[in-house]
């Protein structure tokens, strides 16, 4: 990405607070002055509100003809970052303890010896306490460091020796973490990436990780919340995926008494914790277990009240969801959008905007209530909007947003952007993972829909057994447990309302 758009970006995260620190750090600026010009540029983005790169350098340049606009925009994104992480040490306890140990390395170069071992003492003692492992590390690496400087003095070979014990039992415990995170790492990324799981290798490669997890967690006996942590997310995570949604929903309950047991951790965090509820909310959309999800919305919100804003912007974009989806599921089309209109307001008006994961499902939603009401040219406006976002590339919610889009040129007819489309899906993904994109494909990019009602009931009779497959394997129900495809395709052949059928396949789960 462009140095100036991820300012642009960057300029438009910011809170409130964010930018009256960064005024209180720049001072003044005066459209009549000659300083600080970097500030020029910062207010086009934030006051008048322009975020084409070309226009940004159009506005600083007509102020400053023989001004350096690259210079002055990083020199600006540099100011803004520095602000940013003067602001996270004083809230964060992790970014904190490092400015700490910064400090004490700089009262060692300056010979203030006391000061240095006392912060660093200090260091050691809340970070233990606190589980944050690696900066225990750091902060015992540079006391042994320090101290054979000054050639050891006033310890003992005994003392000494219990110093490297205690690195020692660090090194193995965050190695430990590491093991179990990577564990979890692997498995989201071949969940993610492999897509359905049929063949034997599959299912044997699959298994073998869950043993290995398996193992490792119990083989340790000293367990840290952030080890419970791991494990439990990786249980969760692969029942899931393989379709135990009452297994998943119990170990999902397990982690939130875990962190409603451990609030003061800084493993557990209010992100961390919101994804946890998050985790439950999709669980129960998956069993279709509506009436349920009320409660945990709740502690979404009663979360998101404490929380900082970008905390609060992320809790609402939740709850927009799991709100929105109950209605979406069964084909209520229309209380979707009342559902959307009371939202509306207010994520646009945050002062922080959603991340680019939640700005892409915000838009997919929103593309798929006017697909239920046959808005197709909104549709392929808010998917176009979507495609634009420069992450999008990185999101495995890309595949559902690129099949609507195609979806889109179908119901409009523009089908030289149909076959432009799915030729590039083929390509950017090499081997389909999920059969459900492989049908989707085939039956977008045919030559059309047979004109007689009989003929496109004998293709639906003869699609069919397949479509049902696909609805009851619990692989595919990553993708369609977003949007049912097959519903839609359905709704094609059969001239069946759309609606009608979501609600059918809704209740009779």
């Known amino acids: 990405m462009k140095r100036i758009d991820s300012l642009v970006m960057l300029v438009r995260s910011l809170t409130k607070a964010e930018r009256k620190a960064f005024a209180m750090?720049?001072?003044?600026?005066?459209?009549?002055?000659?300083?600080?010009?970097?500030?020029?540029?910062?207010?086009?983005?934030?006051?008048?509100?322009?975020?084409d790169a070309q226009e940004i350098r159009r506005a600083f340049l007509e102020r400053y003809p023989d001004g350096a606009f690259d210079v002055e925009v990083r020199y600006l994104y540099d100011k803004i970052t520095d602000t940013l992480m003067s602001l996270r040490a004083g809230k964060d306890v992790v970014a904190g303890l490092l400015a700490n140990i910064g400090r004490a390395c700089m009262f060692f170069e300056r010979s203030l010896y006391?000061?240095?071992?006392?912060?660093?003492?200090?260091?050691?003692?809340?970070?233990?306490?606190?589980?944050?492992?690696?900066?225990?590390?750091?902060?015992?690496?540079?006391?042994l460091e320090f101290l054979l400087t000054l050639d050891f003095p006033d310890i003992t070979e005994r003392e000494l020796f219990e110093r490297h014990m205690l690195q020692r039992k660090t090194l193995k415990s965050i190695g430990l973490v590491t093991e179990h995170a990577s564990l979890y790492n692997l498995l989201?990324?071949?969940?993610?990436?492999?897509?359905?799981?049929?063949?034997?290798?599959?299912?044997?490669m699959m298994s073998d990780l869950v043993m290995s997890e398996f193992y490792s967690f119990r083989a340790e006996?000293?367990?840290s919340f952030e080890l419970e942590r791991n494990h439990r997310m990786f249980q969760a995570s692969y029942l899931m995926e393989t379709g135990d949604i009452e297994g998943a929903l119990n170990i999902y309950n397990s982690l939130y008494q875990l962190f409603e047991s451990n609030t003061g951790n800084p493993a557990s965090t209010i992100s961390r914790y919101l994804s946890v509820l998050e985790g439950i909310l999709r669980a129960l959309r998956v069993a279709r277990r509506y009436g349920d999800m009320g409660v945990f919305l709740e502690r979404v919100r009663r979360l998101a009240d404490s929380a900082t804003a970008d905390i609060r912007t992320n809790a609402l974009c939740i709850q927009f969801q799991y709100e929105l989806?109950?209605?979406?599921?069964?084909?209520?089309?229309?209380?979707?959008?009342?559902?959307?209109?009371?939202?509306?307001?207010?994520?646009?008006?945050?002062?922080?905007?959603?991340?680019?994961?939640?700005?892409?499902?915000?838009?997919?939603?929103?593309?798929?209530?006017?697909?239920?009401?046959?808005?197709?040219?909104?549709?392929?406006?808010?998917?176009?909007?979507?495609?634009?976002?420069?992450?999008?590339?990185?999101l495995p919610l890309m595949r559902t947003i690129r099949l609507v889009r195609l979806m889109a040129y179908y119901e409009l007819g523009e089908h030289d952007l149909l076959q432009y489309e799915a030729r590039s899906i083929s390509r950017s993904r090499g081997k389909?993972?999920?059969?459900?994109?492989?049908?989707?494909?085939?039956?977008?990019?045919?030559?059309?829909?047979?004109?007689?009602?009989?003929?496109?009931?004998?293709?639906?009779?003869k699609m069919r057994p397949s479509?049902?497959?696909?609805?009851?394997?619990?692989?595919?129900?990553?993708?369609?447990?977003?949007?049912?495809?097959t519903a839609w395709i359905e709704s094609k052949l059969t001239g069946e309302n759309l609606r009608e059928i979501l609600k059918r396949k809704t209740t009779s789960d």
Not at 115 to 143: M, P, T, W
């Open 432 to 461: 389909i993972a999920f059969a459900t994109e492989r049908v989707m494909l085939r039956f977008l990019t045919n030559a059309g829909l047979p004109p007689m009602q009989r003929q496109r009931m004998a293709m639906w009779h």
């Open 221 to 223: 006996s000293d367990k």
């Open 114 to 143: 006391e000061d240095c071992f006392e912060l660093l003492e200090d260091v050691i003692s809340h970070s233990r306490s606190l589980g944050l492992n690696e900066i225990l590390l750091l902060a015992q690496k540079y006391e």
């Open 467 to 485: 479509l049902e497959r696909l609805g009851a394997d619990k692989y595919e129900r990553r993708l369609l447990s977003i949007f049912d495809f």
């Open 325 to 394: 989806v109950p209605y979406l599921d069964c084909g209520d089309f229309a209380t979707c959008r009342e559902v959307m209109g009371r939202y509306r307001e207010s994520l646009l008006e945050k002062e922080v905007r959603p991340v680019p994961v939640r700005e892409c499902e915000l838009q997919l939603y929103s593309a798929l209530v006017e697909l239920g009401l046959g808005n197709w040219k909104r549709v392929s406006r808010i998917i176009a909007s979507a495609m634009l976002n420069q992450n999008i590339k990185y």
């Open 25 to 51: 750090r720049c001072g003044e600026f005066s459209e009549a002055s000659d300083g600080k010009r970097y500030l020029a540029v910062y207010h086009a983005i934030a006051q008048r509100n322009i975020s």
């Open 188 to 204: 989201r990324q071949r969940m993610l990436h492999i897509g359905s799981i049929h063949t034997p290798e599959q299912r044997k």
